[in-house]
């Protein structure tokens, strides 16, 4: 589905942009590090939204109520996060643990609809997709844990590596 393959590539574009500005590169793209550090906290709150829709499509809408619920957490945690930075009320490093917790959450869901599917035999239809998002899901994960564990170097080489076991299936 030529739509379900536009909704992933944005999500691969979120992806790559948080990696660019998490990146050392970003002090050669823009004079002002602040503002392409902005873009890192941007990218993770909308990042679960294409893929949501890409997965929503793959699973044949089966689960387009809870990923419709989670897409306007996502909206609303975007929207409410650059109010308080604006109106300088939080930074966006203060609501990192709350982004962190949506996404954990993005990443759960994204699990527990690939297991019913699994358990009503339905994953068969996606199956390669299915263990390339589960990938993603993984080694997302130790992205967030190495932020809290304070292990910054190479960051973004696991969901690169996620994001290629991804496209290989």
């Known amino acids: ?13 979120w992806v790559a ?15 002002n590090n602040s503002v ?16 949501y829709i890409y997965m929503d499509s793959m699973q044949e809408h089966r689960y387009q109520r809870c990923y419709k619920i989670m897409s306007s957490i996502s909206m609303v945690l975007f929207a409410a996060c650059t109010i308080l930075q604006l109106g300088n009320i939080a930074d966006f490093i203060d609501t990192l643990l709350v982004m962190n917790t949506i996404l954990g959450f993005a990443f759960a869901v994204g699990l527990i609809t690939m297991l019913l599917d699994w358990k009503k035999k339905k994953l ?35 969901i690169c590596v996620g994001l290629l076991l991804f496209y290989l299936e």
Not at 127 to 141: D, N, R
């Open 124 to 158: 068969k239809e996606y199956q390669l997709i299915a263990f390339g998002f589960a990938g993603v899901i993984i080694t997302g994960s130790v992205e967030i844990i190495w932020v809290y564990l304070n292990i910054n170097h190479n960051r973004g080489i696991m």
């Open 1 to 13: 589905n030529d739509v379900a393959l536009n909704y992933l590539g944005w999500g691969v574009f």
């Open 36 to 51: 392409f550090g902005s873009v890192a906290f941007f990218s993770v709150m909308v990042i679960p939204i294409p893929f």
């Open 17 to 31: 942009m948080w990696m660019l500005a998490e990146s050392k590169l970003r002090q050669f793209l823009l004079p």
